[in-house]
């Protein structure tokens, strides 16, 4: 396994020269060795200690994520940029986090004021010297761009809270069921989205921060409670519980967000 990452690696840094590998074979190599899903498959933890020692391999790919152009970007459909700017967000994400392993949480890289972990620039993107919320929030998230809210589910962010980092990369021609799988998993996780005991929605604190991607329009849809509703069996094992969600009767609460690094349980 190995040798096969090594020459991937070798393979991200020639990109540049020969086009970019949209398989993102070389980051795929590595999710597929250093992410464990945990039982149920609904969430993941990452091998940070092992990740860092295929660490050149990393770097390699993300030197060849820096190589690409705006305008060799451009130049791309609409699906084969999404899954770029979702690996590199996630990719120098793991590259953030050991740079400063071990960490109990990425909340421990900089301050909210200082050096903010996602506002620090640390890696060139489109030709630009960027920062992971420029990813998120200023291209994924642009109004008119993708207009997909289950970005969401796919972008990592170190913590248990987060999304399960997934355990290959995204592709442009499997996106759409990546995505879609993404939504189920993290819907069907108890622990991050659940019906309460006391009839309430018990969701992850992402459909609060982000209530606007769920309310202006995508796929017809124009709230909240009427995309959990096309979900209702995956909130509750109660046929009654799941009739209540499916006619948007279960009003909303919010779980406390949990920025536990997402590292293996030792």
Request: include cysteine; glycine fraction near 6%; proline fraction near 3%.
């Amino acid at each position: 396994m190995k040798w096969i990452i090594v020459l991937l690696a070798f393979c991200a840094g020639s990109a540049a020269a020969q086009g970019f590998d949209h398989a993102h074979k070389a980051w795929d190599a590595l999710l597929k060795k250093h992410v464990l899903l945990l039982p149920g498959n609904n969430a993941s933890q990452v091998r940070y200690a092992e990740f860092a020692g295929d660490r050149g391999v990393l770097k390699a790919y993300l030197g060849a994520l820096s190589a690409v152009s705006e305008a060799e970007f451009q130049g791309w459909p609409g699906a084969q940029r999404m899954a770029f700017l979702i690996n590199a967000y996630n990719a120098f994400t793991v590259e953030l986090i050991l740079e400063h392993y071990p960490v109990k949480s990425i909340r421990d890289i900089g301050s909210d004021l200082f050096n903010n972990r996602w506002k620090r620039k640390f890696f060139r993107l489109l030709g630009r010297e960027s920062y992971l919320d420029q990813i998120e929030h200023e291209i994924l998230r642009k109004p008119g761009a993708y207009d997909e809210p289950r970005v969401h589910f796919a972008l990592n962010c170190a913590s248990i809270g987060c999304p399960g980092l997934r355990e290959e990369a995204f592709v442009a021609e499997r996106l759409e069921a990546q995505l879609e799988e993404q939504a189920v998993r993290f819907l069907s996780d108890r622990s991050r989205n659940r019906l309460g005991a006391q009839g309430r929605l018990e969701v992850s604190k992402i459909f609060d921060w982000f209530k606007e991607d769920w309310t202006s329009g995508y796929r017809g849809i124009q709230s909240r409670e009427q995309y959990f509703a096309k979900y209702a069996r995956l909130l509750s094992d109660e046929p009654a519980q799941q009739k209540r969600v499916a006619e948007g009767k279960a009003p909303l609460s919010f779980l406390d967000y949990d920025w536990s690094l997402n590292d293996v349980r030792r």
